[in-house]
Nanobody, 122 residues
Framework: QVQLVESEGGLVQPGGSLRLSCAAS????????MGWYRQVPGKERELVAT???????KYADSVKGRFTISRDNAKNTVLLQMNSVKPEDTAVYHC????????????????WGQGTLVTVSS
């Protein structure tokens, strides 16, 4: 079974920091792009940050300068370092990965994590 396993979010004070991690497990041949998205009730899911297999990154304007995405290809893991968090960062964060899976035939699939709640409040 192929899945994404996310770390726990939690309650963070404004201005504080939190790191999220997400690891792809299972019969994975290779991992392409990975990223983090977030969603609040009544609003569409939005991109937070993505990182390609070549470590090219993309960030939402709202998190630039505060969040940093990185990856460990050997561990099929993506990290999101969240610094100087704001109340508007409160959301359910979902890990995303585009991977090649399976054997003997491989196929391309997009995976989503279960989602982890990050609450920024004093």
């Amino acid at each position: 079974q192929v899945q994404l396993v996310e770390s726990e979010g939690g309650l963070v004070q404004p201005g504080g920091s939190l790191r999220l991690s997400c690891a792809a497990s299972g019969s994975i041949f290779s991992v392409d792009a990975m990223g983090w998205y977030r969603q609040v009730p009544g609003k569409e899911r939005e991109l937070v940050a993505t990182i390609t297999s070549g470590s090219s990154t993309k960030y939402a304007d709202s998190v630039k300068g505060r969040f940093t995405i990185s990856r460990d290809n050997a561990k099929n893991t993506v990290l999101l370092q969240m610094n100087s968090v704001k109340p508007e960062d409160t959301a359910v964060y979902h890990c995303n990965a585009k991977v090649w899976v399976g054997s003997p035939y491989t196929y391309f699939v997009e995976l989503w994590g279960q989602g982890t709640l990050v609450t920024v409040s004093s």
